[in-house]
């Protein structure tokens, strides 16, 4: 026996069908925006993880190189130290060695990575040091490395790295013996190992007389 089921009952359950579906796409369209925005965000975190851990590994080839090579200098270029013989010098890269300043553009790399013999510091000298390596002498056309004034010897061929006015030295050291030098090679003193040696070395032979000799 067929059933017959009121006209308006089938309408309305057909409404229903169709009012149903479209909310549940929507709701599967709703979940699939969620999964996508949670995709991403894993995306984002992997991404940041993957970034901090290329920092961190920067940061610690930094830090070996540092320990492996030493600190860099914090005042690029040349820089002054004071030698053992408390005389001016060059300041090696390593921050340890110091050579006399007229070590420097001599030929002979004494820093240990040779950088007492740069190009850049030596290819035209003096103008290319730095000042502090550079004593002028009476002549302005002569120069010396600094640590060659006062040091006893005429560097500067006429002894004004040793006497005023143009330079202005102490009294002879304990292993010098004081008088105007008839030697071209010394100025006011002469080291003492050249007394009584029966050579005259003072104009007044005070280095035959009166000089002690070496102590």
Same mark, same amino acid.
């Given at each position: 026996?067929?059933?017959?089921?009121?006209?308006?009952?089938?309408?309305?359950?057909?409404?229903?069908?169709?009012?149903?579906?479209?909310?549940?796409?929507?709701?599967?369209?709703?979940?699939?925006?969620?999964?996508?925005?949670?995709?991403?965000?894993?995306?984002?975190?992997?991404?940041?993880?993957?970034?901090?851990?290329?920092?961190?590994?920067?940061?610690?080839?930094?830090?070996?190189?540092?320990?492996?090579?030493?600190?860099?200098?914090?005042?690029?270029?040349?820089?002054?130290?004071?030698?053992?013989?408390?005389?001016?010098?060059?300041?090696?890269?390593?921050?340890? @060695? /110091? &050579? !006399?300043?007229?070590?420097?553009? $001599?030929? *002979?790399?004494? +820093?240990?990575?040779?950088? =007492? #013999?740069?190009?850049?510091?030596?290819?035209?000298?003096?103008?290319?040091?730095?000042?502090?390596?550079?004593?002028?002498?009476?002549?302005?056309?002569?120069?010396?490395?600094?640590?060659?004034?006062?040091?006893?010897?005429?560097?500067?061929?006429?002894?004004?790295?040793?006497?005023?006015?143009?330079?202005?030295?102490?009294?002879?050291?304990?292993?010098?013996?004081?008088?105007?030098?008839?030697?071209?090679?010394?100025? @006011? /003193? &002469? !080291?003492?190992?050249?007394?009584? $040696?029966? *050579?005259?070395? +003072?104009?007044?032979?005070? =280095? #035959?007389?009166?000089?002690?000799?070496?102590?």
């Amino acid at each position: 026996m067929n059933k017959i089921f009121p006209q308006g009952d089938a309408e309305d359950n057909a409404a229903a069908r169709t009012k149903a579906g479209p909310r549940g796409e929507g709701k599967g369209l709703h979940l699939k925006r969620f999964g996508y925005s949670l995709l991403c965000c894993s995306r984002r975190e992997a991404c940041l993880s993957a970034f901090l851990l290329l920092l961190l590994a920067t940061l610690a080839a930094l830090l070996v190189l540092v320990v492996i090579l030493g600190l860099p200098s914090r005042t690029p270029g040349a820089q002054l130290c004071v030698t053992p013989a408390n005389r001016t010098g060059f300041l090696c890269h390593d921050r340890r @060695s /110091c &050579i !006399p300043a007229h070590g420097v553009c $001599d030929g *002979v790399r004494t +820093c240990p990575h040779g950088e =007492d #013999e740069d190009e850049s510091l030596c290819q035209d000298v003096p103008q290319s040091l730095p000042s502090f390596l550079v004593a002028h002498c009476g002549n302005p056309a002569s120069w010396i490395y600094s640590d060659q004034k006062c040091d006893g010897i005429n560097n500067c061929g006429d002894c004004s790295d040793e006497l005023s006015p143009v330079t202005s030295c102490p009294l002879c050291g304990p292993g010098w013996w004081r008088c105007s030098s008839t030697v071209f090679r010394y100025c @006011s /003193c &002469i !080291p003492k190992n050249l007394c009584r $040696d029966h *050579v005259q070395h +003072c104009s007044d032979w005070s =280095d #035959e007389f009166s000089c002690p000799g070496p102590e």
